[in-house]
């Protein structure tokens, strides 16, 4: 018989805080903040090997490294916090209790023990099958089989938060409707059971394939299934980190949408369409047909894309709103001038919406493409892409919204506010320069997962252009640079909850981080954002420009058909 | 606010600001460009993936590709003994991608057609003609066919990009163009 659920409650929202839900929010993202640590230090091992100037890693070793490297932070750092962003926005938010903890507890042991599993798998080396370990190569059974008990252990996951909102309606926790940030969260979770579905549906049978009970696994199969998962979690990834945007504006600035309804609506467009678009890395296959082609891969019609366009509307519109609100109205720009750019909570959002709108999200439809795909698959474009996406975008508003978990959550003071201030900042340029010199690297062909671009050990030779070699060098710069904002990012956080001030309840209470104004319910009651319809222009121009250049590079290759 | 219920549980019946329904309208026509032009190209562009393709036993398109080097075969490379293979514009040709080589070299007439056959006798690879940037799967026990028309004469490259294995790296092909 489980014990009667312990609350206290939180001096900064009056919210009413279960401390089992507590203790999950932070097991899960301090095994979260470690793989971000291994996983980001193995990308560092990554970029200085791909500098040619470099060459840190022997050829063995760096696929190994490549391999975990993917594995470590687009699953494990991205799905732990995601496990404690969902608690966090069910059982906190609705004020609720967290539905069977002994469960969440299970699923965590799953996901940890999966985890290891699966890294000691590659790194022992017989497993160096990358990230999407297409078939016909073949990992370790293990391999394939910590993945399945990681995926499980999320499911699992998901299902306890969907069971908690049962409990808080049940319980009559909160009136109406679910908060914003909950929607977003339920969003996320309704993508991930379709991802852990997809997941399994192929990697149960690879699994069998590996240890010799299935004899064969086709190729194209493979990857239509795999890719249900790949790019899916992918879109977890991005409706976790749109609700953790409006979390933080709502927190900070006491920022309301500029109107709920839409908002909620961008929302409803990911759960019916952004699960689509698997055939983003089908484009260049064999066997499938341009029809499904051109629907998948616009997710319909461009509309998962129309939900993050409105999100890249209403975030900047409710940040200025709320700064005009409190007086920056001079001019068009004042608001954002006066913004709190020394607040890494802020300036990390803000950096993140900024670079996942313009890097990512303009390059992800680009590379999306049917027929543009063909100058860019398979190029260090694609990471260049992604790691807009999952670094800037999701990563940075992670980082972010851990510089309010813990003092929150963990109830301390973050050491070093004066270097942290800069965090953002640092991580971002680095991020930036990742992004843009991989894509830069891409359209001039340079390959991706490639140890040794000037094939040197090959019996024909042949020669990137000289450019080429300048993006990689600026890339492995510009790895150094993240690393640093990272370490910074790991160094403060771990020695904030080791050594930090307790936040103690009395002074919490006297100055809480959340003003009245903050928590009470709204739009933001203002159409009047210049500020942000010049940005959205400006956002738009850059798209539509940067759209017809390629394909005008297009139709400039080799007619084929 | 965001981390709120709603207070009044009729929100949608809140207001929407008539900028916020012009961007979402913008966006909206600007998604309906976007798939069109997919279709667009497919009618007029040039440069389209084929939908065309088989499958193949991996042995099969191997003897294919062997017997059209026999019969079409006018050099061998200088320097690693290749076979360079000048087959008549507008036939079937079938090139290998392998761990970790692209056999045999083609040599192609500039402006010229040829259905151009793309299979893997063991693991995925990418074909990736270099410079021109064109990259295409190659998968085993599927026959991609695709008509490509060279445009320029020169030496070109073909760099596996997609990873096969320890040898990834070494796998580079060469296809020629004459005018």
Known sequence: MAKAPTFRTCPDTGLKIHSQAEALIKANAVVAVVYLLVGGLLGLGVALTRWPAVHLLDAETFYAVLTAHGIDVLLFWIIFFEMAILYFASAILLNSRLAAPWLAWVGFAMMLVGSVIVNYAVLQGESSVMFTSYVPMQAAPEFYLGIILFAVGALIGCMVFFATLVVAKEEKTYEGSVPLVTFGAVVAAIIAVFTIASGAIILIPTFLWSVGIISEIDSVVYKIVWWGMGHASQQINVSAHVAVWYLIAAIVLGARPISEKVSRFAFLLYILFLQLASAHHLLAEPGISSEYKVFNTSYALYLAVLGSMIHGMSIPGAVEAAQRAKGFTHGIFQWLRRAPWGNPAFSGMALSLVMFGFLGGISGVILGTEQINLIMHNTLYVPGHFHATVVAGTTLAFMAVTYLVVPLIFRRELIWPGLLKWQPYIFAVGVAGISVFMMGAGTLGVARRHWDITFSDSIFSFDYPPAAFLMMGLNGISAILAALGGVIFILVVVGSILFGKRREEAAAREAPMLTPAAMTYGTAGTWHLPGTYILVGVFFTAFVLYYFINWKFLSEVWPLS | ?179
């Open chain 2, 1 to 179: 606010m965001a981390i709120s219920p709603p207070e009044r549980r009729l929100w949608w019946k809140e207001p929407i600001g008539r900028a916020e329904v012009i961007w979402i309208a913008v966006a909206f026509v600007w998604g309906l460009v976007m798939f069109s032009a997919m279709i667009y190209w497919h009618i007029v562009g040039e440069q389209n993936l084929s939908n065309e393709a088989y499958r193949v036993d991996p042995e099969v398109f191997a003897a294919r590709a062997e017997e059209l080097a026999d019969k079409y075969k006018v050099r061998e490379d200088e320097v690693t003994g290749y076979p360079i293979v000048h087959p008549p514009p507008g036939s079937d040709i079938y090139l290998i991608a392998r761990l970790w080589e692209w056999w045999p070299i083609f040599e192609l007439e500039e402006g010229q057609n040829y259905r151009l056959h793309l299979s893997s006798l063991d693991w995925q690879h990418g074909f990736s003609l270099q410079p021109e940037n064109i990259n295409i799967q190659v998968h085993p026990n599927y026959d991609l066919v695709l008509t490509v028309t060279p445009s320029e004469a020169g030496e070109y490259s073909i760099v596996c990009n997609e990873f096969c294995g320890i040898g990834h790296h070494i796998m580079v092909g060469k296809l020629l163009v004459v005018e």
